[in-house]
Protein backbone atom coordinates (compact mmCIF):
# COMPACT_ATOMS: atom_id res chain seq x y z
CA UNK A 1 0.00 0.00 0.00
CA UNK A 2 2.80 2.67 -0.03
CA UNK A 3 4.65 1.28 -2.53
CA UNK A 4 1.52 2.27 -4.52
CA UNK A 5 0.92 5.45 -2.64
CA UNK A 6 4.94 5.88 -3.57
CA UNK A 7 4.01 5.59 -6.97
CA UNK A 8 0.94 7.48 -7.03
CA UNK A 9 3.00 10.65 -5.44
CA UNK A 10 5.58 10.65 -8.59
CA UNK A 11 4.05 12.45 -11.61
CA UNK A 12 4.51 10.24 -14.93
CA UNK A 13 3.13 13.20 -17.65
CA UNK A 14 0.36 15.67 -17.82
CA UNK A 15 -2.42 15.00 -20.25
CA UNK A 16 -4.27 18.54 -20.56
CA UNK A 17 -5.10 19.39 -17.26
CA UNK A 18 -5.08 15.70 -16.41
CA UNK A 19 -1.99 14.65 -14.37
CA UNK A 20 -1.23 10.77 -14.58
CA UNK A 21 1.17 9.49 -11.57
CA UNK A 22 3.01 6.64 -12.27
CA UNK A 23 0.86 4.21 -10.33
CA UNK A 24 -2.20 4.65 -12.96
CA UNK A 25 0.28 4.05 -15.73
CA UNK A 26 1.31 0.89 -14.08
CA UNK A 27 -2.31 -0.17 -13.25
CA UNK A 28 -3.60 0.79 -16.96
CA UNK A 29 -0.77 -1.53 -18.20
CA UNK A 30 -1.48 -3.78 -15.32
CA UNK A 31 -5.26 -3.87 -17.07
CA UNK A 32 -4.22 -4.10 -20.45
CA UNK A 33 -1.67 -7.24 -19.54
CA UNK A 34 -4.38 -9.14 -18.01
CA UNK A 35 -6.68 -8.25 -20.93
CA UNK A 36 -4.36 -9.34 -23.39
CA UNK A 37 -3.88 -12.21 -21.22
CA UNK A 38 -7.64 -13.16 -20.85
CA UNK A 39 -7.77 -12.80 -24.66
CA UNK A 40 -4.62 -15.12 -25.60
CA UNK A 41 -6.35 -17.53 -22.86
CA UNK A 42 -9.54 -17.30 -24.69
CA UNK A 43 -7.93 -17.42 -28.53
CA UNK A 44 -6.04 -20.39 -26.75
CA UNK A 45 -9.76 -22.12 -25.50
CA UNK A 46 -11.25 -20.93 -28.93
CA UNK A 47 -8.60 -22.82 -31.05
CA UNK A 48 -8.44 -25.61 -28.25
CA UNK A 49 -12.18 -25.92 -29.26
CA UNK A 50 -11.64 -25.52 -32.81
CA UNK A 51 -8.91 -28.19 -33.06
CA UNK A 52 -11.01 -30.45 -30.76
CA UNK A 53 -14.70 -30.34 -33.05
CA UNK A 54 -12.07 -30.56 -36.06
CA UNK A 55 -10.98 -33.90 -34.82
CA UNK A 56 -14.63 -35.14 -33.95
CA UNK A 57 -15.65 -34.21 -37.58
CA UNK A 58 -12.28 -35.68 -38.92
CA UNK A 59 -13.18 -38.95 -36.60
CA UNK A 60 -17.05 -38.80 -37.90
CA UNK A 61 -15.64 -38.40 -41.44
CA UNK A 62 -13.80 -41.20 -41.07
CA UNK A 63 -16.22 -43.36 -39.46
CA UNK A 64 -18.74 -42.40 -41.96
CA UNK A 65 -16.27 -43.01 -44.34
CA UNK A 66 -15.55 -46.57 -42.79
CA UNK A 67 -18.83 -47.45 -42.77
CA UNK A 68 -19.62 -46.33 -46.05
CA UNK A 69 -16.51 -48.71 -47.34
CA UNK A 70 -18.32 -51.54 -44.99
CA UNK A 71 -21.63 -51.25 -46.52
CA UNK A 72 -19.46 -50.70 -50.07
CA UNK A 73 -17.61 -54.22 -49.13
CA UNK A 74 -21.09 -55.55 -48.05
CA UNK A 75 -22.83 -54.27 -51.29
CA UNK A 76 -19.75 -55.85 -53.79
CA UNK A 77 -20.25 -59.03 -51.92
CA UNK A 78 -23.57 -59.56 -52.30
CA UNK A 79 -23.12 -58.65 -55.77
CA UNK A 80 -20.39 -61.10 -56.48
CA UNK A 81 -22.32 -63.55 -54.67
CA UNK A 82 -25.30 -62.66 -57.10
CA UNK A 83 -23.11 -63.10 -60.07
CA UNK A 84 -21.75 -66.56 -58.80
CA UNK A 85 -25.32 -67.96 -58.20
CA UNK A 86 -26.36 -66.53 -62.07
CA UNK A 87 -23.10 -67.72 -63.40
CA UNK A 88 -23.83 -71.47 -61.04
CA UNK A 89 -27.87 -70.90 -62.69
CA UNK A 90 -26.46 -70.36 -66.69
CA UNK A 91 -23.87 -73.45 -66.46
CA UNK A 92 -26.05 -75.19 -64.91
CA UNK A 93 -29.19 -74.17 -67.57
CA UNK A 94 -26.25 -74.92 -69.93
CA UNK A 95 -25.02 -78.17 -69.10
CA UNK A 96 -28.92 -79.36 -68.81
CA UNK A 97 -29.20 -78.01 -72.58
CA UNK A 98 -26.79 -79.63 -73.76
CA UNK A 99 -27.72 -83.14 -71.89
CA UNK A 100 -31.18 -82.66 -73.58
CA UNK A 101 -29.42 -81.85 -76.77
CA UNK A 102 -26.90 -84.67 -76.63
CA UNK A 103 -30.31 -87.27 -75.55
CA UNK A 104 -32.74 -86.01 -78.07
CA UNK A 105 -29.37 -86.15 -81.28
CA UNK A 106 -28.91 -90.16 -79.81
CA UNK A 107 -32.16 -90.87 -79.85
CA UNK A 108 -32.70 -89.60 -83.43
CA UNK A 109 -29.33 -91.16 -84.40
CA UNK A 110 -30.64 -94.16 -83.03
CA UNK A 111 -33.85 -93.69 -84.43
CA UNK A 112 -32.55 -92.84 -87.84
CA UNK A 113 -29.97 -95.98 -87.42
CA UNK A 114 -33.56 -98.03 -86.43
CA UNK A 115 -35.10 -97.04 -89.91
CA UNK A 116 -32.56 -97.13 -92.27
CA UNK A 117 -31.72 -101.09 -90.85
CA UNK A 118 -35.39 -101.41 -91.33
CA UNK A 119 -35.89 -99.78 -94.53
CA UNK A 120 -32.31 -101.71 -96.02
CA UNK A 121 -34.17 -104.87 -94.58
CA UNK A 122 -36.94 -104.23 -96.49
CA UNK A 123 -35.16 -103.44 -99.15
CA UNK A 124 -33.56 -106.60 -99.26
CA UNK A 125 -36.54 -108.23 -99.08
CA UNK A 126 -38.07 -106.96 -102.09
CA UNK A 127 -34.88 -107.14 -104.20
CA UNK A 128 -34.91 -111.28 -103.51
CA UNK A 129 -38.39 -111.64 -103.73
CA UNK A 130 -38.28 -109.41 -107.19
CA UNK A 131 -35.41 -111.37 -108.06
CA UNK A 132 -37.53 -114.32 -107.37
CA UNK A 133 -39.90 -113.09 -109.48
CA UNK A 134 -37.67 -112.74 -112.11
CA UNK A 135 -36.16 -116.16 -111.64
CA UNK A 136 -39.02 -117.74 -112.42
CA UNK A 137 -40.57 -115.23 -115.28
CA UNK A 138 -37.16 -116.38 -116.76
CA UNK A 139 -37.58 -120.01 -116.09
CA UNK A 140 -41.82 -119.38 -117.55
CA UNK A 141 -39.78 -117.47 -120.48
CA UNK A 142 -37.24 -120.75 -120.94
CA UNK A 143 -40.32 -122.74 -121.02
CA UNK A 144 -42.65 -120.51 -123.07
CA UNK A 145 -39.75 -120.43 -125.67
CA UNK A 146 -38.85 -124.10 -125.08
CA UNK A 147 -43.07 -124.79 -126.17
CA UNK A 148 -42.94 -122.50 -129.00
CA UNK A 149 -40.08 -124.30 -130.63
CA UNK A 150 -41.99 -127.49 -129.81
CA UNK A 151 -44.96 -126.21 -131.09
CA UNK A 152 -43.11 -124.87 -134.30
CA UNK A 153 -41.81 -128.07 -134.48
CA UNK A 154 -44.91 -129.85 -133.88
CA UNK A 155 -46.46 -127.45 -136.95
CA UNK A 156 -43.60 -128.60 -139.18
CA UNK A 157 -44.37 -132.22 -138.12
CA UNK A 158 -48.01 -131.85 -138.82
CA UNK A 159 -47.67 -130.04 -142.48
CA UNK A 160 -46.59 -133.40 -143.79
CA UNK A 161 -49.48 -135.46 -143.95
CA UNK A 162 -46.86 -138.54 -143.80
CA UNK A 163 -45.24 -136.98 -140.87
CA UNK A 164 -48.30 -136.06 -139.04
CA UNK A 165 -49.94 -139.55 -139.72
CA UNK A 166 -46.51 -141.42 -137.99
CA UNK A 167 -46.08 -138.84 -135.39
CA UNK A 168 -50.00 -139.74 -134.51
CA UNK A 169 -49.04 -142.87 -134.30
CA UNK A 170 -46.25 -142.97 -132.35
CA UNK A 171 -47.85 -140.71 -129.68
CA UNK A 172 -50.88 -143.37 -129.66
CA UNK A 173 -48.66 -146.33 -129.37
CA UNK A 174 -47.46 -144.35 -126.00
CA UNK A 175 -50.34 -143.25 -124.62
CA UNK A 176 -51.92 -146.96 -124.99
CA UNK A 177 -48.88 -148.82 -123.97
CA UNK A 178 -48.68 -146.39 -120.51
CA UNK A 179 -52.40 -146.99 -120.07
CA UNK A 180 -53.08 -150.68 -121.11
CA UNK A 181 -51.89 -153.77 -120.16
CA UNK A 182 -50.36 -156.05 -122.44
CA UNK A 183 -52.95 -158.43 -124.33
CA UNK A 184 -55.39 -156.04 -124.49
CA UNK A 185 -54.47 -153.93 -127.64
CA UNK A 186 -53.19 -154.82 -130.64
CA UNK A 187 -51.36 -152.37 -133.24
CA UNK A 188 -52.23 -152.80 -137.10
CA UNK A 189 -54.18 -155.75 -136.79
CA UNK A 190 -56.31 -157.00 -139.71
CA UNK A 191 -59.74 -157.22 -139.31
CA UNK A 192 -62.32 -159.85 -141.04
CA UNK A 193 -63.16 -157.26 -143.28
CA UNK A 194 -59.47 -157.18 -144.51
CA UNK A 195 -59.39 -153.29 -143.11
CA UNK A 196 -56.17 -152.44 -140.88
CA UNK A 197 -56.57 -149.99 -137.97
CA UNK A 198 -54.00 -148.10 -136.81
CA UNK A 199 -55.01 -149.85 -133.20
CA UNK A 200 -56.92 -152.54 -131.66
CA UNK A 201 -58.64 -152.35 -127.61
CA UNK A 202 -59.98 -155.57 -126.69
CA UNK A 203 -63.14 -155.44 -124.59
CA UNK A 204 -64.25 -157.70 -121.86
CA UNK A 205 -66.84 -160.05 -122.22
CA UNK A 206 -68.38 -160.44 -126.14
CA UNK A 207 -68.12 -157.20 -126.65
CA UNK A 208 -66.53 -155.95 -129.90
CA UNK A 209 -63.04 -154.46 -130.01
CA UNK A 210 -62.61 -150.76 -130.63
CA UNK A 211 -60.73 -150.11 -133.45
CA UNK A 212 -58.76 -146.47 -132.94
CA UNK A 213 -57.04 -144.38 -136.25
CA UNK A 214 -54.51 -142.05 -134.89
Not at 108 to 128: D, F
Request: net charge neutral; glycine share 8%; charged share 20%.
Amino acid sequence: MEFWQTLSQHEAFRFGNRVIDQGEVLLAGFVIALVLAVWFVWRGIQRARTERAGRVYAEQQAQEMQSRMEAEQKTQASLAGQLQAFANMVENRQSDMLRNVSERLDGMNQRMGQSMAENSKNTMESLAGLQERLAVIDKALTNITALSDQVVGLQSILSNKQTRGAFGQSRMETIVKDGLPMGAYAFQATLSNGKMPDCLIFMPNITPPLAIDA
